[in-house]
């Protein structure tokens, strides 16, 4: 079975860019989730969705900021403009419902210089 | 508000030996406690959970974890370690009223040694 696909596995890119990350859930999952990773935070959630609708979105960081998700199959995470601080790796998951495991995608390696 | 502590950065233990790597948590409510690990240059994989019933849970690749809700542990262990262990395990708390939502440790790095 296909796991969660991420788009672009590297993304290097000059600030003030705009930085489009994508992901496709597992068929079937109802849940998605985009987390980033740092050395310094450690794994942080950004935001989910359930049945494509986003539920929390508190830990998004700032308006530059947007995660979108138009259907079940695939999701969006957007920075604009982008900024050397938010270099990270950034992880999607889904999950088949709340409280279920949630299976990881291999991340995007964001470096902005 | 929920939260997770590891308090070892790194656990070291030779092949063949028992391994515990520790997790302690804390959350309003009754718990849904994971475990996870993380190889180099890859996504966090699911081990284990509990959810309710059993304090013993068995997992993939030979690994268990014991709840403890006096202590509020929720400890992963495994008899005997292999060099393939080693990578970065997380442990991950949420409970019935935000179960989506996992709040994750800081990640306990293992390394094992021949």
């Known amino acids: 079975d296909a796991g969660v696909i991420q788009s672009p596995r590297h993304e290097v890119t000059e600030m003030g860019q705009e930085v489009t990350l994508r992901c496709k859930p597992i068929s079937g999952h109802n849940s998605l989730f985009w987390y980033r990773q740092t050395m310094m935070r450690g794994l942080e959630l950004l935001i989910y969705f359930n049945n494509n609708v986003p539920i929390d979105d508190s830990g998004m960081p700032e308006d530059r900021f947007s995660a979108k998700m138009p259907n079940a199959s695939f999701s969006t995470l957007k920075i604009q403009p982008s900024e050397p601080r938010d270099s990270a790796v950034y992880f999607c998951a889904s999950s088949l419902s709340q409280g279920q495991p949630q299976h990881f995608g291999d991340g995007t390696r964001l470096s902005i210089l | 508000a929920q939260s997770v502590a590891q308090p070892e950065d790194q656990v070291n233990v030779a092949e063949g030996n028992p391994l515990t790597v520790k997790c302690t948590y804390s959350?309003?409510?009754?718990?849904?406690l994971f475990w996870y690990v993380q190889y180099p240059n890859r996504g966090l994989q699911f081990l284990l959970k509990y959810i309710t019933g059993d304090n013993l849970v068995k997992g993939s690749y030979g690994f268990e974890a014991e709840f403890n809700k006096s202590q509020t542990s929720f400890h992963l262990k495994k008899p005997s370690a292999l060099v393939s262990d080693s990578a970065l395990y997380f442990c991950?708390?949420?409970?019935?009223?935000?179960?989506?939502?996992?709040?994750f440790g800081t990640g306990t790095r293992l390394q094992v040694t021949l």
């Open positions: 991950a708390v949420s409970h019935t009223g935000t179960a989506s939502k996992l709040t």
């Open positions: 959350v309003s409510g009754n718990p849904y």
